[in-house]
């Protein structure tokens, strides 16, 4: 289960919004983990739930940090959540979805993350800086850049060597064949697809 990551536009259009923060770039604003360390109840409240479904048997159910750039933030997550005594069995992972996380990604191994899951759409995003959502550069969004390959590889090498479980989830292991092959020669150990995709990636 990914912590909660809405921006702040996405929350404006919703009941209760109007107090939202306007941002002048909300994808580059107070989202994922910073959020959820400013409103540390909220996160709370979140680890409570899983521990909630660990206690009814549903342990198989785990948390990720959504845009997380520092072993700090992962530090005092880490504490919210033994603030509410989740279960030892609770894993707690990572989004590798910025460039500082995956520079720092031998960091996070060291400190004791379980597992680590690309978040292919903003790392992509970050690294070659290109707006996803502007029309006028689209054409530049690419994850297969040498850039983003190298950065692939390196998290997941580096995963393996700690025994930290790499996957990846958004558009591009639904679409982008040719990535996902490179993964899994790259020795990825989890891909998550939508539905439609299933049968072919496989």
């Not at 770039?25 to 910073?34: C, E, V, Y």
């Not at 785990?62 to 933030?73: A, C, K, Q």
């Not at 690294?127 to 969004?141: F, H, P, S």
Request: hydrophobic letters at 40%.
């Amino acid at each position: 289960v990914r912590t909660l990551d809405a921006r702040s536009d996405e929350f404006r259009n919703l009941q209760g919004g109007q107090d939202e923060p306007k941002e002048d770039n909300p994808m580059l604003g107070w989202h994922g983990i910073r959020r959820s360390l400013d409103e540390p109840e909220i996160l709370k409240a979140e680890f409570e739930a899983v521990k909630r479904l660990h206690q009814e048997g549903f342990t198989n159910v785990h948390v990720m940090l959504p845009f997380i750039i520092s072993v700090d933030e992962f530090q005092r997550a880490r504490e919210i959540a033994g603030e509410v005594n989740v279960p030892g069995d609770m894993k707690l992972g990572i989004m590798v979805e910025t460039p500082a996380a995956a520079l720092a990604i031998e960091h996070f191994c060291k400190e004791g993350v379980d597992f680590v899951s690309f978040g292919s759409n903003d790392l992509t995003m970050l690294t070659l800086g290109v707006d996803r959502n502007n029309e006028r550069i689209a054409k530049l969004y690419d994850e297969n850049h040498p850039a983003m390959k190298k950065m692939f590889k390196d998290v997941i090498q580096t995963c393996k060597r700690f025994n930290v479980e790499s996957s990846i989830c958004g558009e591009s292991a639904s679409n982008n064949q040719e990535i996902v092959e490179f993964l899994v020669r790259s020795g990825i150990k989890s891909i998550s697809v939508n539905i439609d995709a299933l049968d072919r990636m496989r």
